[in-house]
């Protein structure tokens, strides 16, 4: 009796072996990374990213795929922890995966670039930091793509934006000195407003995991700086906003991309989310955005928030990438990337250069937070960046 | 500066008082530092929101709007507390079973709470409603947070309620003897089930209110509870078991840290501090307290 059982079980399994196999071959799929944080502190970023890439992939599906073949998005959960992310990457690229969707954090992305590069997997990611896409030795990182402008073009803008329109030279800056995206922030910025004549009153940082900085502040306080500079993520922004407050200090801020919606929403506060300035990727008004912003609202019943956009690009670039690559697999899609020129996207016309794997020509909308609400102040290029 | 950072200390020292205090009450009674602590509080965090988005309907004035909020978050963690003693701890205690398992136990606890709030609520930001007007007000020349002054009223008062649950009511008279000897009690016609639940929802009171706090002061997060590691530092250093001594060691370590953060910077504040814990422990290893402990889980 237990062996004729045995025997069932055994065929029972290798049937379902074999049907997967057969399965698998007849289903044409081409399989592309997502690598996000879906349960860690930066996850509701990550959840928007993977929700962006879904709705791209969902509309490429519906309109027949490439030549036939669908995308199937595989998302590995990062945890905004460098470790899982390798193990992630590591499993996609077993699995086949032909491109990677990559997260918005600089720290995984520095971690990836020569695993990625050995691997021939590429990884299409909004780390800001120079050097996940550019090796010390000035040569692009084989198989490392940026798709929004690097951590030198926007604390450049936001530097610029300061001190050339603004008329604020006496700056006082706060950053996170173990997050490589504050840090690839913070330094540029400074050196422009060095450079520009300008003054750093009080250089303040903090480590990962603090939640009061009211000494920090209390210091750029008395420093006599005439503004606050603070690139990191969303909630040590909603911190750093209401303890300005607290302890008095009556300056504007200005911001990265993470003063971005929801931020105001969650300071709570229109008193204390107030003279903030950011530059965000796009204007919400842009025509666009339009599709992809009514899929999401009808999909989930809430407004996008930026990486929604992000995300949903990056599934683009990689299908362009296949065009002009000729293929699909992961080699022709890396071999694609660096062609791309003049992809109109949501987050604005992309182009890669194969200098440096960045978007080139990419402006910034600036904004100003008043009150807890968004006021749109246009595009805005420093006169460096037009030469 | 001198006044605002000792000021500051203080508030930050609240935080981890209210933490410190359910560890010293669990280890008295169970003899390990109970972790799943961090957990309840992430839940409580959360679950004070649900309660303040559906109360604020209801509700006008914002004073009695927050009572309910952190009445509700306290009801909670009450309730946790005691499923998590169900759960992970009463047959670890039936089987006798070495301190070493009911820490393992609560972390996988404290882990599990967490996980389970990432799952729900991690796609979305979520901060409390706004419940006071006013966010400082002036003391001494220097600016002082509402909810700061609030949380450290709150641990003073907390702990009180505490003692006077320990000193003079019988169940704190059962919880106290079961410190001793779970057996005796047991013995002497007490219900020991009974006793340990009571204590570890006190535990999970303390832990539903220092969750709003935190949910208030830092936004709301699945890991809103990793903050327990510090509440856990202060009951050593206050000496575990010890709950007056868990108030001055949370107290201490929220103004070394920002005298360390002023002076020397953040980046090097976590190194002086554990420099100045470790040489405190070599000198004298019981904690400011002084409570002797036979057991350190």
């Given at each position: ?9 055994f065929?029972a ?10 399965g698998?071959a ?6 592309i990374?997502?690598m ?21 992939i ?8 490439i ?8 998302t ?6 460098v ?6 990457y ?29 691997a021939?997997v590429p990884?299409?990611?909004s ?17 490392m ?8 073009q ?7 934006y ?14 996170d ?5 504050a840090?690839?922030?913070?330094k ?7 450079a520009?004549?300008?003054?750093i009153?009080?250089e ?5 995991g603090d ?5 920090q502040?209390?210091?750029?306080r ?8 603070f ?5 040590e ?9 607290q302890?008095?200090l009556?300056?504007?801020?200005i911001g990265?991309?993470?003063?971005a919606?929801p ?6 506060d ?14 919400e008004?842009?025509p666009?955005?339009k599709?992809?912003w ?7 019943g809430?407004?996008?928030v ?5 995300g ?9 990438a ?5 293929g ?7 071999a694609?990337?660096?062609?791309v ?5 949501t987050?604005?016309?992309l ?5 440096t ?31 | ?6 000021l ?9 008082a ?11 009674v ?6 799943s602590?961090?957990?309840v ?12 988005r ?6 006008d004035?914002?004073l009695v ?5 952190l ?6 963690g ?9 759960l992970?701890?009463r047959?670890?205690r039936r ?12 972390i ?18 979520y ?12 003391l001494?020349?220097v600016?002082v ?7 450290f009223?709150?641990s ?6 505490l003692l ?6 019988k ?5 106290r003897?079961a ?37 208030m ?11 327990v590691?510090?509440?856990f530092?202060?009951?050593?250093l206050g ?9 001055i ?14 002076w ?5 504040a ?8 470790l040489?405190?422990?070599l000198?004298?290893?019981?904690g ?10």
């Amino acid at each position: 009796m237990k062996n004729g059982m045995g025997k069932w079980l055994f065929c029972a399994v290798l049937v379902a072996v074999l049907a997967g196999f057969a399965g698998a071959a007849s289903a044409k799929e081409i399989l592309i990374g997502n690598m996000q944080d879906i349960s860690g502190p930066t996850s509701v970023w990550g959840n928007a990213v993977t929700r962006g890439a879904e709705i791209a992939i969902e509309k490429i599906n519906a309109a027949g795929g490439i030549d036939g073949a669908m995308l199937k998005l595989v998302t590995m959960d990062t945890k905004a922890n460098v470790q899982e992310a390798i193990k992630g990457y590591n499993s996609l690229v077993s699995s086949g995966a032909v491109a990677v969707v990559g997260p918005p954090v600089s720290n995984i992305g520095l971690a990836l670039a020569p695993i990625a590069g050995k691997a021939g997997v590429p990884v299409v990611g909004s780390f800001i930091d120079p050097r996940v896409t550019v090796g010390e030795d000035g040569k692009p990182q084989a198989a490392m793509f940026l798709m929004q402008p690097s951590s030198v073009q926007y604390s450049e803008i936001m530097a610029s934006y300061t001190i050339d329109v603004l008329g604020l030279r006496k700056v006082g800056v706060l950053y996170d000195q173990s997050n490589a995206f504050a840090v690839s922030l913070m330094k540029p910025y400074v050196e422009y407003i060095k450079a520009a004549g300008g003054e750093i009153a009080s250089e303040q940082v903090y480590t990962k995991g603090d939640k009061d900085f009211k000494t920090q502040l209390a210091k750029i306080r008395e420093a006599g700086a005439d503004c606050l500079y603070f690139p990191n993520y969303i909630q040590e922004a909603v911190l750093v906003t209401n303890q300005r407050k607290q302890v008095g200090l009556d300056i504007p801020i200005i911001g990265g991309l993470d003063f971005a919606p929801p931020f105001a929403s969650l300071v709570n506060d229109p008193e204390a989310a107030d003279n903030i300035y950011l530059a965000n990727n796009f204007s919400e008004k842009e025509p666009q955005l339009k599709e992809v912003w009514d899929i999401y609202k009808g999909k989930y019943g809430e407004n996008p928030v930026n990486k929604v956009f992000l995300g949903y690009d990056k599934i683009l670039l990689i299908r362009e990438a296949m065009k002009l690559g000729g293929g699909t697999s992961a080699a022709q899609v890396m071999a694609g990337m660096p062609q791309v020129k003049d992809l109109q996207g949501t987050t604005g016309v992309l182009t890669i250069s194969p200098e440096t794997h960045q978007p080139v020509g990419l402006s910034m909308v600036m904004y100003k937070i008043e009150k807890g609400a968004y006021a749109e102040l246009g595009r805005y290029v420093p006169e460096k960046h037009k030469k | 500066m001198l006044v605002q950072n000792i000021l500051n200390g203080i508030s930050l020292g609240s935080v981890y008082a209210l933490i410190a205090v359910g560890f010293a009450l669990i280890f008295n009674v169970l003899k390990f530092s109970n972790f799943s602590q961090g957990g309840v509080m992430t839940v409580t965090a959360y679950a004070g929101y649900v309660a303040s988005r559906y109360l604020s309907e209801h509700l006008d004035s914002s004073l009695v709007l927050f009572s309910a909020v952190l009445a509700a978050a306290a009801l909670s963690g009450a309730l946790i507390a005691a499923a998590v003693e169900r759960l992970a701890f009463r047959r670890l205690r039936r089987t006798k079973s070495e301190p070493v398992y009911y820490f393992i136990s609560s972390i996988t606890m404290g882990i599990l709470l967490e996980n389970l709030i990432t799952i729900y609520a991690s796609s979305n930001f979520y901060s409390y409603p706004r419940f006071f007007t006013t966010s400082a007000v002036p003391l001494f020349g220097v600016n002082v947070a509402v909810t700061d002054m609030m949380m450290f009223a709150l641990s003073i008062t907390a702990l009180l309620a505490l003692l006077f649950i320990l000193y003079r009511t019988k169940i704190g008279l059962g919880i106290r003897a079961a410190c001793f000897d779970v057996n005796t009690v047991q013995l002497m016609g007490m219900n020991p089930d009974f006793l340990v639940t009571m204590a570890l929802m006190i535990s999970g009171t303390l832990g539903g209110v220092s969750g709003v706090f935190l949910g208030m002061n830092y936004t709301l997060y699945p890991q809103l509870g990793q903050m327990v590691v510090k509440g856990f530092v202060a009951s050593v250093l206050g000496g575990l078991g010890s709950i007056h001594g868990a108030v001055i060691g949370a107290v201490l370590l929220g103004v070394l840290e920002i005298f360390f953060i002023s002076w020397v910077g953040a980046g090097w504040a976590p190194v002086f501090i554990f420099v100045v814990m470790l040489a405190f422990l070599l000198v004298r290893p019981r904690g400011i307290a002084g409570v002797i402990v036979q057991e350190k889980a």
